[in-house]
């Protein structure tokens, strides 16, 4: 891939290419590459929050079976 070919992809992912000035926030916000970007990272946070969960509930059990043991009430 050449450079002028890079360029049109940039282009048509609405990246600006070859300008040169100030921008915003909100410009940076408005980016498709941004946006993709922030949904993939929802994504990866729901899953993130659903293992923590998983986790959680195992130490639970595990601490509750501790607790049964250390008390004599077996398995």
Do not use: C, Y
């Amino acid at each position: 891939m050449n450079a002028d070919e890079i360029k049109k992809r940039l282009k048509d992912m609405g990246i600006p290419v070859g300008e040169f000035g100030q921008t915003t926030a909100r410009d940076n916000l408005e980016s498709p590459v941004l946006k993709r970007q922030k949904e993939a990272l929802s994504k990866i946070e729901v899953l993130l929050d659903a293992e923590l969960r998983q986790e959680q509930e195992k130490m639970a059990t595990a601490h509750a079976a501790l607790q049964r043991l250390k008390h004599g009430g077996g398995g």
